[in-house]
Structure formats: C-alpha cells, structure tokens
C-alpha cells in the first residue's frame, strides 16, 4: 500500500470514513455534517489513543505521530460491523486540501451495488518529515444515489521537531534570497556615461 | 505609458516567489494552515510590490566621482610631485 495512501487512511478515520454512525446519547462536537450520519474512530497503536469523530469539530487541529498503526472503523447510521443492507451506488473519498484551492484525493472508494454500511481495518503509515509541522485540512464525503450522506474536515497536524523539516528552512532561505531580488529590482536602470564607452 | 525606471520583470518573478516562500515559512514555524488564503494574498501582494518596485526604480545607486568608476585613479584629485 503506497505511503499516501496509508497516510490518508489513518488521516480519514477521524474525518468520516467510508461509513458512520456511533448512537451517541450527547450530541456534541462532530467533524461531520450533519451530525452523526457518519461517524469514524481511530486507535493508534504504537501511541496508545484513541481519536472519534464525534469528538471534534472542523476547526480543530489532531496531532498525530509521523509513524503508527492505526485500527479504524467506519460507521453509516449507526449500522454495526458486519451489518448487510440494501445494495445502493456509493461513492466517497478523502482529500488533502492545498494552496490555491487545489484540492488533491489521496483515497477514494465507491461501488454501483455496495451492500456495506460499516467498515475497519488496520493501516500503517509513515509520514514524510516535509509535513512534520504543517497544519493540513483533509476533508471526505459519502454519496449514495449521487446524493451527499455525510462531508466534514479537520486539521491534521503531524508531531516532530519543526527544525527537522528541510521546508522550514527552504521557506526561510526563499524568502531571504527573493526579498533581495525585489529590492534589486528597484535600483534604477544604470546608462553608461559617454567616458564610460569611449575612454 | 512611461518607461520603466527599474527591472519589473525581476520585481514580478521575486515577488511571486517571495510571496510563496513567506507562505511556506509562515505554514511551518506560524501554524498558517497548508489551504489557508494567505498564500494568494501574499503572493499577490509580492506581484504587485515587485511589479511597483520595478517599474518605478526608487532607489539609485551610489554616483561614483569622476576616474573612479573603473578603478582608475583621479589624475586631477592627485597632485603631479613637484621637479627637484
């Protein structure tokens, strides 16, 4: 399994999932609109935590480690693990959300007659040291019949020393180097005195 | 239109880049979010300044005296010594 994909599953249990739906007796924080359709949970394993989806809101940051194993499961209206329903066409997917707008999906799932409203499995993942620091919001959906089921986002944070990540000092370096540049760009246009040319 | 008095081109291409390294500084050391819409203000910002800066050319450089430019010595500043 490739790197971004483990890393954006592990990133996706504690955004929406594929499915989801914990019966919550409080309604409080939820990644997830509207609340509770959709409903994911993490543990990872080497960290020792626990992460709901229920738990959050979109505005939080989750940190997390560079490196872990993650037992998730996914739940759609509440439905438990194992449960069979009606077939129905599903589509959903995970994206990791850039500058510009760009929006990239490290994780997408679907199927035309998808008897599945729950899921879990186990992930490992290992985060490049270029992310160490960097505040990312993933965000994920859940259609049926084409129509939204459930969408939410968060921040994901991956822990470590921000001095080991080569960008933030690529960051510093550029801005140096190009503040020069732009400073340079103002001096005036230099026209060489008549000696200059004919000594 | 007037002529440009500095290096636009240089100023543009600087402060886009300025811009987005600022960004990137910003997102690691400041907690700036990675889709936050600094990076298009920022880099616009460094378009226009850039742009401003190289079209007026506000800053001149240093005049040299007159048999300074290349290095030479000033034959007028230095008197010629005197004939025993």
Known sequence: ?199 | MARPQGHPILGVISGILFGLFLSVTLTVWAGVPFDSVLYIVLVAAGLVVGLALGWTGPFRRRRTRPGHARGTRATAATPEPSAP
């Open chain 1, 1 to 199: 399994m490739s790197r971004a994909l483990a890393f954006s599953i592990a990133a996706g249990v504690v955004i929406i999932g594929a499915v989801v739906a914990l019966p919550l007796a409080v309604a409080s924080a939820d990644v997830v609109t509207p609340a509770n359709t959709c409903t994911a949970s993490g543990t990872w394993v080497n960290a020792g935590f626990t992460k709901n989806s229920t738990d959050y809101s979109p505005n939080d940051v989750i940190v997390v480690p560079q490196k872990d194993k993650v037992d998730w499961q996914g739940h759609e209206f509440g439905k438990p693990i194992g449960y069979f329903g009606p077939a129905r066409a599903i589509d959903g997917a995970v994206q990791v959300h850039m500058p510009f707008g760009v929006a990239v999906t490290i994780w997408h799932w679907g199927g035309s007659h998808s008897q599945r409203y729950s899921n879990q499995g186990q992930e490992s993942y290992n985060v490049p040291s270029v992310l160490v620091g960097v505040k990312l919001k993933l965000s994920g959906y859940e259609n049926e019949g084409g129509k939204r089921v459930c969408s939410g986002s968060v921040y994901l944070e991956v822990a470590g020393s921000k001095t080991k990540n080569p960008i933030a000092w690529a960051g510093i370096g550029g801005s140096a180097i190009f503040a020069v540049g732009m400073l340079a760009a103002g001096f005036r246009k230099s026209k060489l005195a008549y000696d200059d040319i004919n000594p």
